[in-house]
């Protein structure tokens, strides 16, 4: 990661993802590659439980079949109505390979089951939180350089936006009037979760010294 023309990898199969990276990476002159250039690479099994470990588990083992520093990130949905849920797991939150749109139902449905009694034309369901965990590992030295990054909004029963991935259209940013997904690849890098911990990752490996601020 230190000189134009190089390449970035990052150990990831989600396609949203995927363009964030490349959008933040791009424009300093790095090619973004992903699992879709490996598709020898075997899937990595997610079973830990925090953010920490599963992105880690996609770095180190990236990282070691390829001989080359990799970048993961393990991030999700942590809803407080739902004590934290789904967490580690939102990517299969409605079941093993759930598309996006299976998830977002399931997380509407379990929301929707705790309003009885309560005002049901509130749209906002619950507070909520996008965490994202990077972890950057080099095989050459064994090192790992993690950095987290979060973002506080809130669940509405209301979908809007066609931007983003995942649960982004039912994430609701009050200061901004708007969901995730109604926010340009730009304005949701300056805000969310994975802005905020490639920016931490950023300070750090310039801190190492070496690597371009
Ligand atoms: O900015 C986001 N906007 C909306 N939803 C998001 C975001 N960031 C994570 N999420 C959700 C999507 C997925 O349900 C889970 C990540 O799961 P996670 O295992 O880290 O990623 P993944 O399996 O989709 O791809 P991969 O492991 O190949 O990187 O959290
Ligand atoms: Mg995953």
Redesign the pocket.
């Known amino acids: 990661m230190s000189s134009a023309g190089d390449i970035l990898i990052?150990?990831?199969?989600?396609k949203?993802?995927l363009r964030?990276f490349q959008h933040a990476f791009e424009p300093l002159g790095l090619t973004v590659k992903s699992?879709y250039d490996y598709p020898e690479l075997p899937d990595?099994v997610?079973d830990g439980e925090t953010?920490a470990a599963?992105?880690f588990k996609?770095s180190k083992a990236v990282g070691d079949a390829l001989g080359l520093p990799v970048l993961?990130?393990?991030?999700?949905?942590c809803v407080d109505a739902l004590d934290g849920r789904?967490g580690?797991y939102?990517?299969?939150?409605a079941g093993e390979g759930a598309t996006?749109s299976d998830?977002n139902l399931k997380l509407l449905g379990e929301l929707e089951g705790l309003k009885q009694g309560e005002d049901t034309d509130q749209p906002l369901l619950s507070t909520a939180r996008?965490v994202?965990t990077l972890s950057l590992y080099d095989p050459s030295t064994g090192q790992e350089l993690t950095a987290e990054g979060s973002v506080d909004g809130w669940i509405t029963s209301e979908p809007s936006g066609a931007g983003?991935?995942?649960?982004?259209p039912l994430?609701y940013l009050p200061g901004h009037e708007k969901t995730?997904a109604e926010l340009t690849l730009t304005e949701?890098q300056g805000i969310?979760?994975?802005g905020a911990a490639l920016r931490a990752l950023t300070e750090k490996l310039a801190a190492q010294g070496g690597v371009r601020p």
């Open positions: 990052v150990a990831t199969k989600n949203g993802k964030e699992m990595v997610e953010f599963n992105a996609k993961a990130d393990d991030s999700g949905l789904p580690v939102s990517a299969r939150y996006d998830n996008f994202c983003g991935f995942g649960y982004d994430f995730m949701k969310s979760h994975r």
